[in-house]
């Protein structure tokens, strides 16, 4: 089992930056797939980035490509999202959200959700 906590959210007006940090503890030492989703009020859940367990391979939804990055330091059991040029419509909780490495890329399933850290952009 492993747990996963978001930090790094907060209130940034539109153009800024922010970078979220997921940490991984728990059963940390497999390698698993990273993502992160996102979900707005009144909106479904929607995929945003992942990147496989060796950060080779990196997936983004059409909306945030050019300006989120996903990364991770395996080392440290984190998952960074680097949002930049952010914008009103990127407003929304943001989760991260592991998968289990049995899964070939891009992973089909995420069995692990951290609680989620809110972003808010305003204009």
């Known amino acids: 089992q492993v747990q996963l906590v978001e930090s790094g959210g907060g209130l940034v007006q539109a153009g800024g930056s922010l970078r979220l940090s997921c940490a991984a503890s728990?059963?940390?030492?497999?390698?698993?797939?990273m993502g992160w989703f996102r979900q707005a009020p009144g909106k479904e859940r929607e995929f945003v980035a992942a990147i496989s367990w060796s950060g080779t391979r990196t997936s983004y939804v059409d909306s945030v490509k050019g300006r989120f990055t996903i990364s991770r330091d395996n080392a440290k059991n984190t998952v960074y999202l680097q949002m930049n040029s952010l914008k009103p419509e990127d407003t929304a909780v943001y989760y991260c959200?592991?998968?289990?490495?049995?899964?070939?890329?891009?992973?089909?399933?995420?069995?692990?959700w951290g609680q989620g850290t809110q972003v808010t952009v305003s204009s």
């Open positions: 728990g059963r940390t030492r497999s390698n698993y797939h």
């Open positions: 959200a592991a998968a289990p490495p049995k899964f070939l890329w891009p992973p089909g399933k995420y069995d692990y």
